[in-house]
């Protein structure tokens, strides 16, 4: 604990009120409860109980999903990138040499891990605070952090002298005179041992949590979304007792004043109440701060040397202060590289307004058009229910008994009336009073107000999944598809800028704390060993990257042609290594890379033979001048049809014609003479492949001219 004084304290209690009605007054202005209660559906009974008429179209509904679904489908692969490679470890006898490429790999292994749903699924958590950004409040904070949970546990430990060295057990009289007359070996020291209680970690995790836009804090002078230069951060809190006590390791009989009913840090749930005494463990509330230690010091420190503040309701001493807990410096003053540099609450905002920390979310920006939407349809149900014929009669002229048959519809064709009442025709007797009707301008209004709404929003028909009204070419179809993701891309790349920095921030905490227990759980016993004993080797040693395409939407169908078309394309390349694909197809096909790919068989060896050709070989006299040029040829030697002719020619003249010249077939590999080669493989068109995928020919439909 770091002392307080009550200057300080003041100031703090000051900056926390302001910001709390800073945080009240926005959350007024852009309607935060209204929004939220316009995303879900509206009660079937109001508070009177009475039956609820108002009719909400789920327009906020569809496009928050459609814009969560679109800036973060799934979590995405993080993939660390080696700024220079170099040797952690130097080889061993039966082992090479460790390099940080290699150990950086293995990192990247539990830091995916880690971010899974086993372990702190973010997934969810980015979910939530897009939604957060999108419905009621315009920003989604989250809160990165490390908790442990320790136990006492009685463990043997040696017996220090007060030089700190091990005292030795005595040793026993019988193997001290065994030694001495040779009869057994000399005794080896034991240290004295005791038990002594130490304090081990049973469990640990890693955290990445979202929480409430109405518990966040941001200094009310601040006005920037650049929450990072901020002087500090915070948030409120609302926890049982016990927790408190636990997180806080306080004693027992530890009390504070109990929580404001009228402040709570989140949005209130429109189901029934139920009250958090039920449980029997009082909610106390209070709030935790991190700022910038030059904030309250004449010293000369680090600019970004963190302290934690975290007071409590009820209570005039703080619960904790002191300095942050994620950093260390060195001797000379400067940050370590295992150190969390900035705060531990990190705010998601899509998008930024001049001079304001706070900005309005996708809702507020349409909550006029949206709510008069919703007081369109309602107004037609209305007007559907209301119109019912209303008719005027004379009750003078029809018999009550028909006038109850005529209102239940049991009158068949003829109406009985008064003798002499329809001399003054049928309109005397009863007269239908005209209704008002909805005119075609209502319905326009309405399209109008939808098609504010899909410019202010980006969204349009096509990028909900709904079919447009009327026809469009593809030209026009195409531009407005390209300026619609064009929007979506840029948020969503700020939404992957912003995740890239919150797994930066979680995996300092991973080398600060994580020692061979999680290590060896998630990547084996030898490499969990290596990874804990060179972990301080990768502390700035790499950057943070996400993995091509990792996180977003794509087809099954078109994905697995893509990958197909790739494969053919790059098989036969001799620089590529087909094992690679050969893996990621078969995942994408759904089999076992360890079984679906297989070892090629081993090529047979070739017999290799060696010929050896004399001159007398050649001589068309004797018999074996057929079998040498086959041999030859066979060989590579290019022997011509004409060379053969020409010496069987001039051996016949040698012998007069008196000795036979052996015969020599034709080269079955020499070219056709005369005939031309052929012409070269063809190559694939871009038309053939658009043949291949949709079996239909390019160009315009047969028939159009």
Same mark, same amino acid.
């Given at each position: 604990?770091?002392?307080?004084?009550?200057?300080?304290?003041?100031?703090?209690?000051?900056?926390?009120?302001?910001?709390?009605?800073?945080?009240?007054?926005?959350?007024?202005?852009?309607?935060?409860?209204?929004?939220?209660?316009?995303?879900?559906?509206?009660?079937?009974?109001?508070?009177?109980?009475?039956?609820?008429?108002?009719?909400?179209?789920?327009?906020?509904?569809?496009?928050?999903?459609?814009?969560?679904?679109?800036?973060?489908?799934?979590?995405?692969?993080?993939?660390?990138?080696?700024?220079?490679?170099?040797?952690?470890?130097?080889?061993?006898?039966?082992?090479?040499?460790?390099?940080?490429?290699?150990?950086?790999?293995?990192?990247?292994?539990?830091?995916?891990?880690?971010?899974?749903?086993?372990?702190?699924?973010?997934?969810?958590?980015?979910?939530?605070?897009?939604?957060?950004?999108?419905?009621?409040?315009?920003?989604?904070?989250?809160?990165?952090?490390?908790?442990?949970?320790?136990?006492?546990?009685?463990?043997?430990?040696?017996?220090?002298?007060?030089?700190?060295?091990?005292?030795?057990?005595?040793?026993?009289?019988?193997?001290?005179?065994?030694?001495?007359?040779?009869?057994?070996?000399?005794?080896?020291?034991?240290?004295?041992?005791?038990?002594?209680?130490?304090?081990?970690?049973?469990?640990?995790?890693?955290?990445?949590?979202?929480?409430?836009?109405?518990?966040?804090?941001?200094?009310?002078?601040?006005?920037?979304?650049?929450?990072?230069?901020?002087?500090?951060?915070?948030?409120?809190?609302?926890?049982?007792?016990?927790?408190?006590?636990?997180?806080?390791?306080?004693?027992?009989?530890?009390?504070?004043?109990?929580?404001?009913?009228?402040?709570?840090?989140?949005?209130?749930?429109?189901?029934?109440?139920?009250?958090?005494?039920?449980?029997?463990?009082?909610?106390?509330?209070?709030?935790?701060?991190?700022?910038?230690?030059?904030?309250?010091?004449?010293?000369?420190?680090?600019?970004?040397?963190?302290?934690?503040?975290?007071?409590?309701?009820?209570?005039?001493?703080?619960?904790?202060?002191?300095?942050?807990?994620?950093?260390?410096?060195?001797?000379?003053?400067?940050?370590?590289?295992?150190?969390?540099?900035?705060?531990?609450?990190?705010?998601?905002?899509?998008?930024?307004?001049?001079?304001?920390?706070?900005?309005?979310?996708?809702?507020?920006?349409?909550?006029?058009?949206?709510?008069?939407?919703?007081?369109?349809?309602?107004?037609?149900?209305?007007?559907?229910?209301?119109?019912?014929?209303?008719?005027?009669?004379?009750?003078?002229?029809?018999?009550?008994?028909?006038?109850?048959?005529?209102?239940?519809?049991?009158?068949?064709?003829?109406?009985?009336?008064?003798?002499?009442?329809?001399?003054?025709?049928?309109?005397?007797?009863?007269?239908?009073?005209?209704?008002?009707?909805?005119?075609?301008?209502?319905?326009?209004?309405?399209?109008?107000?939808?098609?504010?709404?899909?410019?202010?929003?980006?969204?349009?028909?096509?990028?909900?999944?709904?079919?447009?009204?009327?026809?469009?070419?593809?030209?026009?179809?195409?531009?407005?598809?390209?300026?619609?993701?064009?929007?979506?891309?840029?948020?969503?790349?700020?939404?992957?800028?912003? !995740? #890239? *920095? @919150?797994? =930066?921030?979680?995996?300092?905490?991973?080398?600060? /704390?994580?020692?061979? &227990?999680?290590?060896?759980? %998630?990547?084996?016993?030898?490499?969990?060993?290596?990874?804990?004993?060179?972990?301080?080797?990768?502390?700035?040693?790499?950057?943070?990257?996400?993995?091509?395409?990792?996180?977003? !939407? #794509? *087809? @099954?169908? =078109?994905?697995?042609?893509?990958?197909?078309?790739? /494969?053919?394309?790059? &098989?036969?390349?001799?620089? %590529?290594?087909?094992?690679?694909?050969?893996?990621?197809?078969?995942?994408?096909?759904?089999?076992?890379?360890?079984?679906?790919?297989?070892?090629?068989?081993?090529?047979?060896?070739?017999?290799?033979?060696?010929?050896?050709?004399?001159?007398?070989?050649?001589?068309?006299?004797?018999?074996?001048?057929?079998?040498?040029?086959?041999?030859?040829?066979?060989?590579?030697?290019?022997?011509?049809?004409?060379?053969?002719?020409?010496?069987?020619?001039?051996?016949?003249?040698?012998?007069?014609?008196?000795?036979?010249?052996?015969?020599?077939?034709?080269?079955?590999?020499?070219?056709?003479?005369?005939?031309?080669?052929?012409?070269?493989?063809?190559?694939?068109?871009?038309?053939?492949?658009?043949?291949?995928?949709?079996?239909?020919?390019?160009?315009?439909?047969?028939?159009?001219?």
């Amino acid at each position: 604990m770091i002392p307080l004084a009550a200057k300080d304290l003041a100031f703090w209690r000051t900056e926390i009120k302001q910001a709390r009605q800073k945080r009240e007054d926005v959350s007024t202005t852009y309607g935060w409860e209204e929004n939220l209660k316009r995303y879900g559906p509206k009660p079937v009974k109001n508070a009177l109980g009475a039956a609820n008429a108002d009719v909400n179209i789920g327009a906020d509904f569809r496009d928050v999903e459609r814009k969560k679904a679109a800036l973060f489908y799934d979590r995405p692969d993080v993939s660390l990138d080696v700024t220079q490679d170099r040797e952690v470890a130097p080889a061993g006898p039966q082992q090479p040499a460790l390099m940080l490429s290699t150990l950086i790999a293995w990192h990247q292994e539990m830091l995916n891990e880690l971010l899974g749903p086993q372990h702190a699924n973010v997934k969810p958590t980015v979910l939530k605070a897009l939604f957060n950004c999108l419905c009621p409040s315009g920003v989604g904070p989250v809160s990165v952090g490390y908790q442990v949970t320790m136990k006492t546990i009685p463990t043997p430990s040696p017996v220090m002298d007060e030089m700190g060295q091990p005292m030795m057990a005595p040793t026993p009289i019988k193997e001290t005179i065994g030694a001495a007359l040779g009869m057994m070996p000399p005794p080896m020291p034991v240290p004295m041992m005791e038990m002594v209680d130490v304090e081990t970690p049973i469990e640990e995790r890693w955290f990445i949590s979202e929480f409430s836009p109405k518990a966040l804090l941001i200094p009310a002078s601040f006005r920037s979304t650049d929450f990072q230069r901020a002087s500090w951060l915070g948030k409120d809190w609302r926890k049982p007792l016990s927790q408190v006590k636990r997180e806080y390791q306080l004693p027992n009989d530890w009390t504070a004043g109990r929580a404001d009913d009228e402040s709570k840090p989140y949005f209130e749930d429109q189901t029934p109440d139920v009250s958090e005494d039920d449980a029997g463990d009082p909610y106390i509330s209070g709030v935790e701060i991190t700022y910038r230690t030059q904030l309250r010091t004449d010293k000369e420190v680090h600019p970004d040397a963190m302290r934690q503040l975290v007071l409590v309701d009820g209570k005039d001493e703080p619960l904790v202060h002191r300095d942050s807990p994620y950093q260390d410096f060195t001797e000379t003053g400067e940050l370590t590289e295992d150190s969390l540099r900035g705060f531990v609450d990190r705010p998601l905002i899509l998008r930024d307004l001049s001079d304001s920390a706070w900005i309005p979310s996708d809702c507020s920006m349409t909550a006029q058009l949206t709510k008069e939407l919703d007081k369109f349809r309602t107004d037609s149900v209305k007007q559907r229910a209301n119109s019912r014929r209303v008719i005027l009669f004379d009750a003078s002229k029809i018999d009550p008994t028909v006038k109850d048959k005529i209102e239940n519809g049991q009158i068949g064709t003829f109406i009985p009336v008064m003798e002499g009442s329809l001399m003054q025709g049928k309109d005397a007797i009863m007269q239908e009073i005209a209704q008002p009707s909805l005119g075609r301008e209502t319905f326009m209004a309405q399209d109008i107000i939808e098609r504010d709404r899909e410019q202010i929003l980006g969204i349009g028909s096509n990028q909900s999944g709904v079919a447009t009204k009327g026809r469009k070419t593809a030209t026009e179809q195409s531009i407005v598809q390209r300026n619609s993701e064009a929007r979506f891309e840029q948020e969503r790349q700020r939404v992957l800028e912003w !995740y #890239l *920095d @919150v797994v =930066a921030a979680f995996d300092t905490l991973v080398i600060r /704390y994580a020692d061979a &227990r999680i290590a060896v759980k %998630i990547l084996g016993e030898g490499r969990g060993q290596m990874w804990a004993q060179h972990k301080q080797a990768l502390a700035g040693g790499y950057g943070y990257n996400l993995r091509v395409d990792s996180g977003k !939407y #794509l *087809d @099954v169908e =078109a994905d697995r042609r893509q990958m197909l078309q790739f /494969y053919n394309q790059v &098989r036969q390349d001799p620089f %590529i290594n087909p094992r690679m694909i050969l893996k990621d197809l078969a995942e994408k096909f759904g089999y076992d890379p360890s079984e679906f790919i297989v070892e090629p068989p081993q090529p047979k060896p070739e017999l290799k033979a060696s010929l050896s050709v004399k001159a007398e070989d050649l001589n068309p006299a004797l018999p074996q001048f057929a079998l040498m040029v086959s041999l030859l040829r066979q060989g590579g030697w290019q022997i011509s049809e004409t060379d053969v002719q020409l010496a069987q020619q001039q051996a016949s003249g040698v012998s007069g014609g008196m000795m036979p010249v052996s015969g020599v077939g034709p080269d079955p590999n020499a070219p056709p003479t005369g005939a031309h080669p052929g012409a070269a493989t063809k190559a694939p068109t871009l038309n053939q492949h658009q043949a291949d995928e949709t079996g239909q020919r390019s160009g315009p439909p047969v028939g159009v001219m």
